[in-house]
């Protein structure tokens, strides 16, 4: 009884798990500075088992979920026993149990990272890391638009804070204009979805799937409008081009565990993109089927293009990974871009191996500076740092891996989506953008590799060894381990993002699941009154009763 009673919880615990960590972590109070006390060091030291031990609760969760989805079943909880699409519904299918995986496996390593020492420079990081985590995972599982804005909104209120962790002039500007440009598209996200409301009269994802293909010319018109909205937030919280132009500096100025956490941020663009765009407003959605078809798949390429030329162009190794953040997004909208199962699948692995070495790949960047002396992380010629064999190593697994080299995952996923794009109209580009980028990317990390390992003095810096940490390295090496490991079980991990590309289309399975009995009457048309038909409310028989 009692382990029914919770898989029947299951879906809800990857954000009540975070939330009441959090919650607990403000009534243990705060811990600031290097000057501890014995009592506020031994509270820290608490803070940090219980926001670890709450991170590795989410990874088995999250294990579980992929594995019950694994086998086809769509897993829906409904707060509160209210029926959709009147109350809170929340989804997890393969996509949803594959993003919260990633979430947990990129979470740990880097939480481990900064409880070496960063969580002491700032106030409350560890509460606000879980807030993070539980807007993140919210964003994975709402079933609906309004709540999708809710989830973002309190993960950003926590980056917000999170940005300005370890304070610092560069951290203050850049921090200053992701404020406001979130507040902006905040809003934006409100009136795209006030459009969609007004024609469709729901905001529950699966009913919107089947309410939209009835809405007909011109409401249609305020359909698409509304989902045009939706892709510039989308595609700024994605860094998508030209929305993308903040995230260099943010990224870069950032703490290396934020920065780190925040390689799995703009991924909650990239799913929200394929969930609203490649599903609501996909085929099958009658006049407004493919609404950003022919804008996606170009801007797409035009980002990845973009991210590499700024990678080229970068003077600091944080900067260079924060434009390769750019142009690994490009690759993976791009083929979102292509509408296909096939190529949804594609993009649905490069982009775990893509968030996995960014996040691994900012914390080398802070572990080689801290190691530099006061050249820190300038890509210019400086004294050699303490670990040259190690750091230099995983610093080529790597670039190697976000080059594309075989036999790594930035292989398969390319090569993969190389293929999905060989029978389309942009095939020529794709496969000239891809290939291009990979090999720029390279350039550039053999460059900074170069100047970093190799055009360097036989002098020590003073406090070298500052960053010469196992614990550290071993946050860096997880990640790291992580992408490798998608290789080694290439197969079987490619056969479940090919399913759940698959499970993304069928929309009369995602009405069953979440509807359940009102899915019939959710296909007819909204026509405007509050009183409209919906679910399982009952509706007049004759003239006289209406």
């Known amino acids: 009884m009692l382990k029914d009673a919770l898989m029947s919880h299951l879906p809800v615990l990857p954000v009540l798990i975070p939330a009441l960590c959090g919650m607990l972590l403000l009534l243990l109070g705060d811990h600031v500075g290097s000057g501890l006390g014995a ?38 909880y409904r707060v509160g026993e209210w029926p959709a699409p009147f109350g809170i519904a929340l989804l997890v299918d393969r996509l949803g149990a594959l993003m919260l995986l990633l979430s947990a496996c990129v979470a740990l390593p880097v939480l481990w990272y900064a409880s070496g020492g960063w969580d002491a420079h700032g106030r409350y990081f560890h509460a606000l890391f879980q807030f993070q985590l539980m807007g993140l995972n919210g964003a994975f599982v709402t079933g609906d638009l309004f709540n999708l804005f809710v989830f973002f909104e309190v993960l950003l209120i926590s980056s917000y804070v999170l940005m300005l962790h370890g304070q610092g002039g ?43 293909p009835e809405v007909a010319e011109p409401d249609a018109a305020v359909l698409r409008v509304g989902a045009l909205i939706l892709l510039v937030v989308f595609g700024f919280k994605a860094a998508l081009m030209p929305m993308a132009m903040w995230l260099p500096n943010t990224y870069a100025a950032a703490s290396a565990p934020v920065a780190a956490l925040f390689a799995i941020m703009t991924k909650v663009g990239v799913y929200a993109i394929l969930r609203v765009h490649g599903v609501v407003f996909g085929e099958g959605a009658g006049a407004s089927a493919l609404t950003v078809e022919p804008v996606l798949l ?158 360097v003095s036989d002098e020590r810096p003073a406090g070298a060894a500052s960053g010469h940490s196992a614990k550290l390295l071993l946050a860096s090496a997880a990640l790291l381990a992580a992408s490798v490991a998608m290789s080694v079980g290439a197969a079987p991990l490619q056969r479940y993002c090919a399913a759940a590309a698959l499970q993304l289309q069928d929309r009369a399975a995602y009405a069953a699941a979440v509807l359940g009995a009102g899915a019939p009457a959710s296909t007819r048309p909204y026509d405007g009154r509050l009183d409209s038909p919906r679910g399982t409310q009952s509706t007049p028989s004759t003239e006289k009763e209406r």
């Open 39 to 76: 009592h506020d060091q031994h509270k820290l030291r608490w803070a940090r088992r219980l926001s670890l031990s709450a991170v590795g609760l989410s990874l088995l969760v999250a294990v579980v979920l992929l594995l019950r989805a694994d086998t086809g079943e769509l897993m829906v």
């Open 170 to 212: 560069a951290r203050l500007k850049a921090g200053l204009h992701y404020v406001v440009l979130n507040l902006l598209a905040s809003a934006l996200f409100l009136i795209g979805v006030s459009l969609i409301y007004a024609k469709a009269g729901t905001l529950n994802l699966a009913d919107l799937a089947l309410r939209v």
């Open 298 to 455: 170009p801007l797409a390429l035009a980002t990845s293009v973009v991210g590499v030329l700024g990678a080229l162009a970068s003077r600091t190794l944080a900067r260079l990974v924060a434009w390769l953040t750019v142009a690994s997004v490009g690759t993976v909208l791009a083929g979102i871009g292509l509408f296909g199962s096939e190529a949804w699948g594609a993009a649905l692995y490069y982009m775990l191996n893509s968030t996995l070495v960014i996040a691994a790949l900012f914390l080398l960047a802070e572990l080689v500076a801290a190691q530099r002396g006061a050249a820190e992380g300038q890509l210019v010629p400086a004294s050699s740092v303490a670990q040259p064999t190690v750091l230099g190593l995983m610093l080529l697994l790597a670039a190697a891996s976000t080059a594309g080299l075989p036999p790594l995952p930035g292989f398969i996923g390319k090569l993969m989506l190389l293929e999905a794009a060989s029978t389309h109209a942009w095939a020529a580009g794709v496969w000239a953008v891809i290939l291009g980028v990979g090999f720029l990317s390279l350039v550039g990390l053999a460059r900074a590799g170069s100047i970093l390992f190799w055009h």
